[in-house]
């Protein structure tokens, strides 16, 4: 089957303590190139992240975006740093002493001072965390393909209609080059009957001519190849895979083909199919670029 490099993906998943959302789109690119946009707590995931994007994109330009919500109660607790109290009370006293001061130091008031009591956020359960965003990524991952794969679709049906379409120029222009050539030959001989007023005409030297008129506009080597590449194409397509970039080759050599016909050209037909010849390939060529 084949998939466009255009697609979106998203998946959710919760369990009792968190939410986790995930979304992929992607666009066109000659490598694969992903960038994942998370809150920093899940950072230390991201490697496993790329790990599971690879099983299933090889192509394009992939932006992947995690949405983390955490419903779990309690996961801060209030920490007392004893020792530090101590330090603030010994100092205290020695002041009051000191100074003959009453020391009217509460616990409430202590308790303000600067790393007394802290709040810390308890460890989560790594494990836990990772299962499920796992499970969103990979599904995501599965949705985002299924997307590809219905674009990927239209896009092989439009390019297989333009190569049976380039298929008919290529028959016509095979089936004009003999006329052509008779057409050539009748002119040449009316005129050197014009020139030699119905005089005897030299047929060996009106075959030679012929000969190296037909040889120079000859274009039999370059629509046997154009045929070849266009059914390379389909045979390609209906491969599936990750075909774009061999695809692009192909269609390069294509339109190679045709400007060697284009050139050789001297007939108004054969042209204007030649012309039609590579404005065809172009489209093809832009559809191939939406191809992984």
């Known amino acids: 089957m ?6 979106f993906g998203r998946y959710e998943v919760s369990d009792a303590d968190s939410k986790i959302t995930v979304e992929i789109k992607s666009v066109n690119h000659r ?20 790990t599971i994007l690879k099983k299933y994109i090889y192509r394009g330009k992939v932006d992947v ?40 130091i509460t616990v409430s008031s202590l308790s303000r ?7 810390e956020e308890q460890a989560g359960d790594d494990d836990a965390v990772w299962h499920l965003l796992e499970k969103a990524v990979e599904n995501a991952c599965v ?34 080059s003999p006329q052509i050539i008779d057409e050539y030959r009748h002119r040449l001989e009316d005129k050197v009957r014009e020139l030699l007023n119905d005089s005897a005409v030299d047929e060996s030297r009106i075959a030679t001519e012929v000969t190296i008129y037909a040889d120079k506009i000859c274009v039999d080597e370059e629509t046997v190849r154009l045929r070849s590449h266009i059914e390379s194409t389909r045979d390609t397509l209906l491969e599936g895979g990750s075909v774009g970039r061999k695809l692009d080759f192909i269609a390069q050599e ?17 042209s204007n199919w030649a012309i039609s010849l590579k404005t065809e390939i172009e489209k093809v060529r832009e559809q191939i670029q939406n191809i992984e």
Do not use: H, W
Request: charged share 30%; aromatic share 12%.
């Open 113 to 119: 001072y600067p790393e007394v009591i802290t709040m």
């Open 143 to 176: 949705r985002f393909v299924e997307s590809r794969v219905a674009e990927g679709e239209k896009l092989k049906d439009d390019i297989v209609s333009k190569l049976d379409y380039m298929l008919g120029l290529v028959d016509n222009i095979e089936e004009r």
């Open 31 to 50: 490598y694969f190139e992903p960038a994942v946009r998370m809150p920093k707590k899940l950072n230390v995931y991201e490697a496993g992240i790329r």
């Open 2 to 7: 084949i998939k466009s490099m255009t697609g």
């Open 254 to 270: 294509m339109n190679r083909e045709a400007n060697t016909i284009l050139s050789k050209a001297n007939d108004l037909d054969t």
């Open 65 to 104: 975006f995690v949405t983390y919500e955490d419903y779990s109660e309690n996961k801060f607790c209030l920490k007392y740093n004893e020792e530090l109290a101590s330090e603030y009370m010994s100092i205290f006293n020695y002041m009051s002493e000191q100074f003959g001061l009453e020391n009217d």
